[in-house]
């Protein structure tokens, strides 16, 4: 009995895994469009957000049947519960991806030169999150703890790039929905980068039965 509760443990790693895949390769599309402007990607993560979509449901359903259908101990309810609550922000990355791939599509995509601090935003949060879920595959506390500081990293990137948007406006304000579609794009990475510091979190709850947080 125990090794089948192993195996379906291995199997919700795996799903875990590939459902950080796909965020990951979200990020990654979404990096190469404000690299290169080529908008041809974004159909491609646009497409991604609803297989990230099925995997939350898949996961969803094999930890429930985890829950109901073996019996297991303390260890094994916090590693379950952990993956409910990581889904949820894996998929909420995947609507914010998505939400980004949208502005690129109706908005005025900005020169590769002036999407700098945009693209090593996506580059960064797409690390986060694929330091999160290594962490929890992992069980590797000291990898969920890099993934929160790093998160310092993506702030100080949106404050640097809200700040150059001001000075934009102020000197050239027929730029001004150019600069607020920038400005949003910033804000969506700066919200995944809460997500994934999210699923570290709980990478910590799952190995140490301590969410982490200060009340």
């Known amino acids: 009995m ?20 796909l965020c990951e390769r979200s990020l990654q599309l979404i990096a190469d469009v404000l690299q290169n402007g080529d908008l041809s990607y974004t159909d491609e993560v646009i497409h991604a957000e609803s297989e ?34 990581m889904i949820t922000d894996m998929e909420r990355i995947g609507d914010q991806t998505q939400d980004i791939a949208e502005i690129l599509n109706v908005g005025n995509v900005m020169a590769p030169d002036r999407n700098q601090t945009l693209t090593e935003m996506a580059q960064a949060t797409m690390k986060m999150v694929t330091g999160s879920v290594d962490a929890y595959v992992r069980k590797d506390l000291e990898l969920a703890e890099q993934v929160k500081q790093y998160d310092d990293v993506v702030d100080k990137l949106f404050i640097q790039e809200r700040e150059t948007l001001i000075s934009n406006i102020a000197s050239n304000p027929n ?31 799952s190995i140490t039965g301590s969410h982490g947080r200060d009340e």
């Not at 125990?2 to 895949?21: P, T, W």
């Not at 995997?55 to 590693?79: F, G, S, T, W, Y």
């Open 2 to 21: 125990r090794n089948k509760f192993d195996e379906q443990l291995e199997l919700l790693n795996r799903e875990l895994i590939e459902m950080g895949a």
């Open 52 to 85: 990230i979509d099925q995997k939350e449901r898949d996961i969803e359903q094999l930890c429930l049947k985890l829950l109901l259908q073996q019996q297991p101990v303390a260890r094994d309810l916090r590693q379950i519960s952990a993956a409910l609550k």
């Open 175 to 205: 730029e001004g929905e150019i600069a607020l579609d920038q400005l949003m794009i910033a804000k969506y990475f700066e919200r995944i980068g809460d997500h994934a510091v999210n699923i570290a979190y709980w990478v910590s709850f």
